[in-house]
């Protein structure tokens, strides 16, 4: 399960984004931690299929990390060690009015809130990494060899953050990644940036949001948040009216959650069968063996092959009878690199 850390200036709708969630949840309270069973159109088809006894979809924690706020350090220190425990993050961006609670002064739209975020995520990182390479260099012992490799490394990675912002495309090997995993790296964890609009849906400084998305590698949604807390406490057919009065084209939170999911290099496969019908969540780019671990890690040990077929397939045709008659159930090995939607069965021996 994916942990999803929610920030944002003050004011800006976080709390409202956590209300959202318990409500689309079925909670009648407002939780620092919230559970969501990701809504899965594929998940539900296989069960028309298969009829199982059991329905398991993938779940996504929502985390309410708190405020960043550029005048109070404290506030944002207590920010950072709660973002330093999420796998990604969704930052909240306020592009409504409210005359009675004012913006940050200088930070007053959209494109200014995240250049904000995003230079405090860069100071927060090269203070964090500058502090590592002070402690080597001044250890009153000789490194070890892994010290200086580590050490070579923060030096090469301090200097390119320096110069580009970020660390996208910043080669390392996998021992070095190992390294920035332990700096828990604010710059490093994936984003989406979520816009927190008003009536209408239109904002001063979109195209400005866009780019800044577009060089971070961050993920993107909009969504008037506190209308949509409002609206899901409607009567369907009352709320279908108020969503044209106020232009609001949508009140789910299943795209910001897909965004997620992408940013996160993450994808989905199933097992199903009579008895359970259940989704996965992998790496995009994991093997055979990979998912055999992931359903349990005997089934991986003693791994033999793995039955797959793509959804597309079984939702076309319907039965797995119909794919084994069309030749659509492959048979591959451990180093088989499994797809989105995979329907997976793995054999095993132990």
């Known amino acids: 399960m994916i942990t999803v850390g929610v920030t944002g200036f003050p004011f800006s709708g976080k709390t409202k984004l956590m209300e959202l969630v318990a409500k689309y949840t079925g909670l009648d309270r407002i939780e620092d931690k919230i559970v969501v069973k990701v809504p899965d159109s594929r998940l539900q088809r296989l069960v028309e299929i298969y009829k199982p006894r059991k329905i398991t979809p993938t779940e996504m924690e929502f985390l309410d990390a708190g405020a960043l706020d550029p005048t109070e350090d404290k506030i944002t220190t207590g920010t950072f060690s709660r973002l330093q425990e999420v796998d990604s993050m969704v930052i909240v961006l306020r592009a409504f009015k409210n005359e009675v609670v004012p ?15 995003m230079d405090m995520f860069f100071s927060r990182d090269i203070k964090v990494l500058e502090g590592r ?8 012992r000789k490194l070890n060899n892994i010290e200086e490799m580590e050490l070579s490394f923060l030096e090469r990675a301090t200097d390119y953050l320096k110069r580009n912002g970020n660390l996208i495309g910043f080669e390392m090997k996998d021992d070095e990644r190992k390294f920035i995993a332990g ?3 604010m710059t490093v964890k994936p984003k989406v940036v979520l816009v927190n609009v008003g009536e209408g849906g239109e904002y001063e400084g979109k195209d400005e949001v866009l780019q800044i998305v577009k060089r971070e590698g961050m993920g993107y949604d909009e ?27 949508e009140v789910a ?7 997620i999911m992408r940013v996160s290099n993450l994808m989905v496969f199933y097992t199903a069968g009579e008895k359970e019908v259940r989704a996965w969540e992998v790496s995009r780019g994991s093997t055979a063996l990979d998912v055999a671990a992931t359903i349990h890690t005997d089934i991986a040990r003693g791994f033999i092959r793995a039955e797959i077929f793509s959804f597309d397939d079984i939702d076309r045709e319907g039965s797995e009878k119909a794919l084994k008659e069309k030749g659509l159930i492959r048979i591959v090995g451990k180093d088989h690199v499994v797809q989105d939607g995979d329907v ?3 054999r095993f021996n132990v």
């Open 133 to 140: 390479i002070d402690r080597l260099k001044n250890a009153k």
């Open 223 to 249: 969504l008037p948040v506190g209308i949509a807390v409002e609206l899901l406490d409607l009567a369907e057919d009352e709320r279908e009216v108020f969503m044209e009065e106020y232009g609001v084209k």
């Open 253 to 259: 939170i299943e795209p910001l959650m897909r965004e």
């Open 103 to 117: 913006f940050i002064e200088g930070y007053e739209n959209a494109p200014d809130q995240l250049e904000g975020i």
């Open 344 to 346: 997976v069965y793995v």
């Open 183 to 185: 700096y828990s790296l």
